[in-house]
């Protein structure tokens, strides 16, 4: 029997298949899938490259741990919201206690549970079985290949995004002035001695020289070193790539590849996080100087109540039959904002726009 149509083989192959499958969940419920085509061949490499990376299963399996993990989430969030993890349900898990957790999920908390423990079964049982077999094990030269192909499709792109791409456009322009040029060559023949005149007095473009505080400046008060001045004036040298050797790759869409895509979702939730943290820095500093213009020595009270996450039609203080705010009813000198809609769906980013002046676009 062939080494690849060992049973542990195509196990391991098909456990890998069906995780990278999880983006195509959808078609079961049947939503269509946006960009299949891009995120199938971004699979593709990706595994590739992995694999002729790490050359044996049994060493990159632990690094597809937390996708595992999270496959439970991912069938859940589709099942019942229509969409995969997101950075933003990442800040929501992160934020949640095991005690809301458990209210919001109330009786499928069990169900989820089931499915996490198969999961992780699910995962050991890959490990063990790429121990014992060697069949998977890509020692081949041809893994080289597959490397120095990546390399150079990343360092392309990595080209592309800091010095430019050319566009098919441009290219037609060229190829129209390289053609004028040919034809108004025998007049600049004729006029090349006033040329030469004229040239004496006026600088071309190679010619003049910028300095250097003004070429490479202090951005925020921050001083540029001497690497980053030297790359400055290096950019604008360096040609652009071709039109034709542009990669077709962008984060966003490799984010909803699977497993690969949650390294890009992690990278941003910490982002994400530092940036809060500066907020809450930020936040910590400021002070309204605000001031009390009645009698200092009599203590005020001041209760506001942010009906954020309740509909404002189940509150009997807005009308509704049922007696569900008896108290509050009672109360003299309250205010009930009647006619309020949030912003966003979720608390953690629709309360700080309630309490500030901040825009509703600018949520996140």
Request: glycine letters at 4%; aromatic letters at 12%.
């Given at each position: 029997?062939?080494?690849?149509?060992?049973?542990?083989?195509?196990?391991?192959?098909?456990?890998?298949?069906?995780?990278?499958?999880?983006?195509?969940?959808?078609?079961?419920?049947?939503?269509?899938v946006?960009?299949?085509?891009?995120?199938?061949?971004?699979?593709?490499?990706?595994?590739?490259?992995?694999w002729?990376?790490?050359?044996?299963?049994?060493w990159?399996h632990?690094?597809?741990?937390?996708?595992?993990?999270?496959?439970?989430t991912?069938?859940y969030?589709?099942?019942?919201?229509?969409?995969?993890i997101?950075?933003?349900?990442?800040?929501?898990?992160?934020?949640?206690?095991?005690?809301?957790?458990?209210?919001?999920?109330?009786?499928?908390?069990?169900l989820?549970?089931?499915?996490?423990?198969?999961?992780?079964?699910?995962?050991?049982?890959?490990?063990?079985?790429?121990?014992?077999?060697?069949?998977?094990d890509?020692?081949?030269?041809?893994?080289w290949?597959?490397?120095?192909?990546v390399?150079?499709?990343?360092?392309?792109?990595?080209?592309?995004?800091?010095?430019?791409?050319?566009?098919?456009s441009?290219?037609?322009?060229?190829?129209?002035?390289?053609?004028?040029?040919?034809?108004?060559?025998?007049?600049?023949?004729?006029?090349?001695?006033?040329?030469?005149?004229?040239?004496?007095?006026?600088?071309?473009?190679a010619?003049i020289?910028?300095?250097?505080?003004?070429?490479?400046?202090?951005?925020a008060?921050?001083?540029?070193?001497?690497?980053?001045?030297?790359?400055?004036?290096?950019l604008?040298?360096?040609?652009?790539?071709p039109?034709?050797?542009?990669?077709?790759?962008?984060?966003?869409?490799?984010?909803?590849?699977?497993?690969?895509?949650?390294?890009?979702?992690?990278?941003?939730?910490?982002?994400?996080?530092?940036?809060l943290?500066?907020?809450?820095?930020?936040?910590?500093?400021?002070?309204?100087?605000?001031?009390?213009?009645?009698?200092?020595?009599?203590?005020?009270?001041?209760?506001?109540?942010?009906?954020?996450?309740?509909?404002?039609?189940?509150?009997?203080?807005?009308?509704?039959?049922?007696?569900?705010?008896?108290?509050?009813?009672?109360?003299?000198?309250?205010?009930?904002?009647?006619?309020?809609?949030?912003?966003?769906?979720?608390?953690?980013?629709?309360?700080?726009?309630?309490?500030?002046?901040?825009?509703?676009?600018?949520s996140?």
């Amino acid at each position: 029997m062939p080494p690849l149509l060992q049973p542990a083989a195509i196990y391991i192959v098909v456990s890998y298949f069906l995780l990278s499958a999880l983006p195509f969940f959808s078609l079961l419920l049947d939503k269509p899938v946006e960009q299949a085509w891009q995120i199938v061949v971004m699979e593709v490499i990706t595994w590739l490259a992995l694999w002729a990376t790490m050359k044996r299963p049994r060493w990159f399996h632990w690094l597809l741990l937390p996708a595992f993990f999270a496959v439970p989430t991912e069938i859940y969030l589709r099942l019942f919201f229509g969409q995969g993890i997101s950075t933003h349900h990442l800040g929501i898990i992160a934020e949640t206690s095991p005690k809301e957790a458990l209210e919001f999920l109330g009786n499928k908390v069990w169900l989820l549970l089931a499915v996490s423990i198969t999961v992780i079964a699910w995962w050991w049982s890959i490990l063990k079985l790429s121990k014992r077999t060697q069949a998977l094990d890509w020692t081949h030269k041809s893994r080289w290949l597959v490397i120095i192909l990546v390399l150079c499709g990343a360092a392309t792109w990595t080209y592309g995004e800091q010095i430019g791409i050319a566009s098919a456009s441009a290219k037609a322009s060229a190829k129209a002035s390289t053609s004028l040029s040919a034809s108004t060559s025998v007049s600049e023949e004729e006029d090349e001695d006033e040329d030469d005149d004229s040239s004496t007095s006026a600088p071309t473009a190679a010619s003049i020289s910028v300095p250097a505080s003004v070429s490479a400046p202090s951005v925020a008060g921050k001083k540029i070193t001497f690497y980053e001045k030297a790359w400055n004036q290096l950019l604008p040298t360096l040609p652009k790539l071709p039109h034709w050797a542009k990669i077709p790759y962008d984060e966003e869409t490799f984010a909803r590849t699977w497993p690969f895509g949650l390294v890009i979702r992690g990278k941003d939730f910490w982002n994400e996080r530092s940036y809060l943290s500066q907020l809450a820095e930020k936040s910590s500093e400021f002070h309204f100087k605000a001031s009390l213009t009645g009698d200092k020595n009599q203590p005020q009270i001041v209760v506001m109540v942010i009906g954020e996450s309740s509909r404002y039609d189940r509150w009997s203080l807005n009308g509704y039959e049922r007696a569900t705010n008896p108290l509050l009813k009672q109360e003299s000198k309250l205010v009930s904002f009647t006619d309020v809609v949030t912003a966003v769906s979720a608390t953690r980013l629709s309360v700080p726009i309630i309490v500030s002046r901040k825009p509703a676009a600018q949520s996140l």
